[in-house]
Nanobody, 125 residues
Framework: QVQLVESGGGLVQAGGSLRLSCAAY????????MGWFRQAPGKERELVAT????????YYSDSEKGRFTISVDSAKNTVYLQMNSLKPEDTAVYYC??????????????????WGQGTQVTVSS
C-alpha cells in the first residue's frame, strides 16, 4: 500500500525550530515531485515548499524563504521540512504530498498524486 506518513509536529515557542518528516512507503518516488503544504483553521491549504526527488530543484513560498528548508533522503525514502524562526502564524496542519513529475497541478488521485495524513504544528507566542 502506498502511503506518505508525516511526523515531527508539535508545540514550540515562537523563534523555535521543528523538523517534519514524510516517510514514503509502497513505491519508488524518483519520478515524483514532493511537496509540503499547510492548512490553518478557516483557511485554504497552501503550498509551503517543493523539491524534486533528486533535491536539485526546490521551490519555496515567499513567506518561508530563508526560514524553511526542504530536503530528500532517497536512501531513507523520506522528505524533510526543517522549519526555523517559527512564528505563531506558522500554526497549521502540515501535509506532505507527491505528484508525478508530468502532472501540472497538486491534486488528483493515486497513482499520479498522493497526500499524507498531516501533522499538527502549533507555535505559541
Amino acid at each position: 500500500q502506498v502511503q506518505l506518513v508525516e511526523s515531527g509536529g508539535g508545540l514550540v515557542q515562537a523563534g523555535g525550530s521543528l523538523r517534519l518528516s514524510c516517510a514514503a512507503y509502497g513505491r519508488i518516488f524518483s519520478d515524483y515531485t514532493m511537496g509540503w503544504f499547510r492548512q490553518a483553521p478557516g483557511k485554504e491549504r497552501e503550498l509551503v515548499a517543493t523539491s524534486t526527488w533528486s533535491g536539485y530543484n526546490t521551490y519555496y513560498s515567499d513567506s518561508e524563504k530563508g526560514r524553511f528548508t526542504i530536503s530528500v533522503d532517497s536512501a531513507k525514502n523520506t522528505v524533510y521540512l526543517q522549519m526555523n524562526s517559527l512564528k505563531p502564524e506558522d500554526t497549521a496542519v502540515y501535509y506532505c504530498a507527491a505528484k508525478y513529475w508530468r502532472r501540472s497541478t497538486w491534486s488528483g488521485a493515486p497513482p499520479l498524486f498522493y497526500w499524507g495524513q498531516g501533522t499538527q504544528v502549533t507555535v505559541s507566542s
